[in-house]
């Protein structure tokens, strides 16, 4: 049972539009919620999180909301630039097992010139 | 600050073997994590260590198992390889706060034929 989904494996996007990531997840329990870039040959990178008791969180380009009515979480990436191109994952954990992170199974974002 | 090393980073294995990954993670970082990445499951959890102990681990078989150093490195070992083993095998080090951010190693390519 998938406790955190990306339902869409693809998104493309033109060069300066936005981009959206979109993540659910089914249990309440869950402390945080992370982004994470993943080129090919690299490990993960921590992208951005943002606390369960947060409904946004913006760094840059980068801007995470959370939506808990709906578990629903996504990822704004404005403007969108090739060097985006990657694969994200959402992720979450409780607050008492920061090394146990529940990962859905990534989207992969391109974006064109 | 030296990031966290993963050796080796690809190696080819036979069914029935034996296989020990190591990973050296960021210095002052106590606590590691293990994960399995395949194209079809994304990432999953294998097991967390801080100071030489387990605390938690993934749903995974008996055969994968790991162990924790007194300077912190850590080592896992997958026994009687097969198949479905094939993956890239993920460590973190965990800098000790409570938000899930977690530093990746480049990972070790493990396929077995």
């Known amino acids: 049972d998938q406790q955190v989904k990306q339902n869409s494996p693809s998104l493309s996007v033109q060069e300066g539009r936005i981009s959206i990531l979109n993540c659910d997840y089914t249990?309440?329990?869950?402390?945080?919620f992370l982004w994470y870039k993943k080129y090919p040959a690299e490990g993960p990178t921590f992208l951005i999180s943002i606390s369960s008791i947060k409904d946004k969180n913006e760094d840059g380009r980068f801007t995470v909301f959370l939506n808990k009515s709906a578990k629903h979480l996504s990822l704004h990436i404005v403007p969108s630039q090739p060097g985006d191109s990657a694969v994200y994952f959402c992720?979450?954990?409780?607050?008492?097992?920061?090394?146990?992170?529940?990962f859905g199974k990534g989207t992969k974002l391109s974006v064109k010139p | 600050k030296a990031g966290v090393t993963q050796t080796p980073r690809y190696l080819i294995k036979t069914r029935g073997q034996q296989v020990t990954l190591s990973c050296s993670p960021i210095?002052?970082?106590?606590?590691v994590s293990w994960y399995q990445q395949t194209p079809g499951q994304g990432l999953q959890f294998l097991f967390e260590y801080f100071s030489e102990t387990q605390r938690n681990k993934g749903n995974f078989p008996g055969r994968f198992s790991g162990r924790q150093f007194s300077n912190s490195r850590s080592e896992m070992n997958v026994s009687t390889l097969e198949l479905g083993d094939s993956a890239l095998y993920l460590c973190a080090s965990i800098e000790g706060t409570n938000t899930g951010e977690l530093f990746f190693g480049e990972g070790s390519r493990l396929t077995v034929l």
């Open positions: 992720a979450a954990n409780y607050g008492g097992s920061q090394g146990n992170l529940i």
């Open positions: 210095s002052g970082h106590r606590s």
């Open positions: 249990n309440s329990m869950f402390d945080y």
